[in-house]
């Protein structure tokens, strides 16, 4: 597609329950990441895919947070037994990966999915 | 880790005065420092950026600078403009930004008054 696609764009859900956020990344781009955004604390590493290569987890904040890359395209961030603490703006951004590729570190950001736990 | 602090916070100018966002960062083997703009309900995009190889690069009324032994860099804006009014992240990463993941700074929130 011309740029990232995410949704949903809002989610509104109550303590406890699971959520499901999507990401559909720039056609071609071998690299996806997913961002948070809390108020004030900037943008906050989560996890990145690159290629069929074992995820970077290591910015995942507790094992109740999961992502997963279908097919090196599509993916799904997915946060079980929500908390108020994970209200915030979750960001998705691709990019063309790969060490020698012309604009290879340049990342396209989606709009983001505002998450709200009541 | 790595780790990105950025000053100020908060930036408010007049129109076509210049404004200075500063970032330092800890890690010595970093060698990729991008600036991205966020407009507000848009995700951030990329605006310019430097590798450690080079000290300064411009691109219009912007430019950054880059001081390895300080560890620091900074974005510079000339002749601003209502338009420029945005949040400005820097970012640095030690694999040249196209392998593993950036770590950003926590933003300026830059307006611009007419």
Known sequence: GAGVSQSPSNKVTEKGKDVELRCDPISGHTALYWYR???GQGLEFLIYFQGNSAPDKSGLPSDRFSAERTGGSVSTLTIQRT?????AVYL???SKGGQYRSGANVLTF????????L | GENVEQ?????SVQEGDSAVIKCTYSDSASNYFPWYKQELGKGP???IDIRSNVGEKKDQRIAVTLNKTAKHFSLHIT????????????AASTRGGSQGNLIFGKGTKLS???
Do not use: M, N
């Not at chain 1, 989606?110 to 736990?117: E, I, P, Q, Y």
């Not at chain 2, 000053?7 to 930036?11: E, G, K, Q, R, W």
């Not at chain 2, 002749?79 to 820097?90: H, K, L, R």
């Open chain 2, 112 to 114: 611009v008054k007419p």
């Open chain 1, 37 to 39: 955004q809390s108020l």
């Open chain 2, 7 to 11: 000053h100020p916070s908060t930036l």
């Open chain 1, 110 to 117: 989606g709009a983001g999915s505002r998450l709200t736990v």
């Open chain 1, 83 to 87: 908390q108020q603490e994970d209200s």
């Open chain 2, 79 to 90: 002749e601003t403009q209502p338009e420029d009014s945005a949040v400005y992240f820097c």
């Open chain 1, 92 to 94: 998705c951004a691709s």
């Open chain 2, 45 to 47: 995009q990329l605006i």
